[in-house]
């Protein structure tokens, strides 16, 4: 049950860097496009670059660990309940085995 809930997220992960990536491809041909075009400096469209840059490389990090607290706190709860499910049931099995194998009565003599 968790191994598909991970390679979900790890794959939703993987999507978001390969968005990045390919935003970071296009932004560089629009700042590229200007440059050509003599409306921005080849100095200028760097820093604008290396600006947006760090700015998605930020932004990723703040929702890898937002997911990964989510995750977390999914795992967590998950666990919880199947450890309260499995306390309720070892309660029932050990109500059943008392009530199937009820201990001996003693004889009059104190022998089973």
């Known amino acids: ?14 999507a978001g860097v390969g968005a990045a990536v390919l935003t970071k491809e296009k932004v560089q041909d ?14 200028d469209a760097k820093i604008i670059a290396e600006k947006i840059a760090e700015r998605g490389k930020r932004e990723f990090e703040e929702l890898s660990q937002q997911a990964s607290a989510k995750a977390s706190e999914l795992f967590n709860k998950n666990d919880s309940a199947v450890s ?4 309720a049931l070892e309660a029932r099995v050990a109500l059943l085995e008392a009530t199937a194998n009820p201990p001996p009565t003693p004889t009059r003599n104190g022998e089973p």
Request: proline share 3%; glycine share 4%; charged share 30%.
């Open 84 to 87: 309260a499910r499995l306390a």
């Open 30 to 43: 629009a700042l590229d496009d200007y440059v050509r075009q003599g409306k921005l400096k080849a100095d």
């Open 1 to 14: 049950m968790l191994l598909p809930m991970i390679e979900t997220i790890k794959k939703t992960l993987l």
